[in-house]
């Protein structure tokens, strides 16, 4: 546990009457990093964002977000914060920088038009500034809403499922926007249920399944849980959809993950 990890997490536990959802969820996310929370529909991703954004409170287990605990420092932590959901917080009536600057006097920052300004450039929404959010793609909606949600400098920024729902063009742009976060220093922890949007943008992937975390690591980590599979002469790296497959799927779920928490196959 060192000041690098910007969100801590351990024995993370939380069911919903009879149903466990998370059984003792465990990891941590350093500082300035893009890490993905993978899993299946229903895996409790959200859960886990909820908790960590003070929205629910936990069974058991702590969780620590920019140093400050959860539980007893809710307010610290939502200062800290901020969590953009599938469901875009974009009024349509207003225009993207009109959004912008509500948001800005909202939370009594200075010069709300240089902030909305500074926003629709750095997420290629100048143009479309000046025009309703209505008329806007799905795409250029979940910018704009990602744009609004680093009014204010949050470090943490929290991105439950950002690119369901849109199209392919549109997710290659949203990626784009969540790179260019980190690059700025926030650290970014998103939930996601497509494989290729945890390969393509994050540091660290944790594969969330039946209630934990039952791999944790890079990508190149979690490629090297399965042994490259020779076809003919060509050796074959297996893609993340191999090992998620592998772990998550029907056969030999316990196997696999056993190897992944132990990292040995005996
Ligand atoms: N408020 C709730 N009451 C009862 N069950 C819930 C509630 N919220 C979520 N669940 C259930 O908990 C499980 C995990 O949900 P969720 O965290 O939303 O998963 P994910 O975001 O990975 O799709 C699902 O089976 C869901 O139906
Ligand atoms: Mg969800």
New binding site residues.
């Given amino acids: 546990m060192t000041t690098q990890q910007v969100i801590q997490v351990q024995g993370l536990e939380k069911s919903?009457?009879e149903?466990q959802?998370l059984r003792g969820v465990d990891f941590e996310v350093e500082r300035g990093s893009i890490f993905a929370l993978l899993?299946s529909?229903?895996?409790?991703?959200?859960?886990v964002v909820r908790i960590l954004s003070t929205l629910l409170k936990a069974d058991a287990g702590t969780a620590g977000v920019n140093g400050f605990d959860v539980a007893t420092q809710p307010a610290q932590v939502r200062e800290s914060i901020s969590l953009t959901g599938q469901f875009a917080a974009v009024d349509g009536i207003l225009s993207g920088r009109e959004n912008l600057v509500l948001i800005a006097k909202l939370r009594h920052l200075e010069d709300p038009g240089k902030i909305a300004d500074d926003l629709l450039a750095r997420f290629s929404l100048t143009d479309a500034g000046g025009r309703r959010a209505a008329t806007y793609s799905g795409g250029m909606r979940r910018r704009l809403d990602i744009a609004m949600s680093l009014i204010g400098s949050p470090p943490v920024v929290f991105l439950d499922e950002p690119t369901t729902g849109l199209d392919p063009q549109a997710r290659i742009e949203v990626w784009n926007s969540v790179k260019e976060l980190a690059d700025h220093g926030t650290t970014v922890l998103l939930?996601t249920q497509y494989l290729d949007e945890a390969e393509k943008l994050a540091d660290r992937i944790a594969i969330l399944h039946q209630g934990r975390i039952i791999v944790n690591g890079t990508l190149a980590e979690l490629k090297q849980l399965l042994p490259p599979a020779k076809v003919e002469y060509v050796e074959k790296q297996p893609t993340l959809e191999d090992v998620f497959l592998t772990l998550v799927g029907d056969n030999g779920t316990d196997a696999a993950a056993e190897t992944a928490r132990t990292g040995t196959e005996k």
């Fill in positions: 919903y009457d149903l959802v899993g529909n229903g895996a409790g991703k959200t859960t939930t």
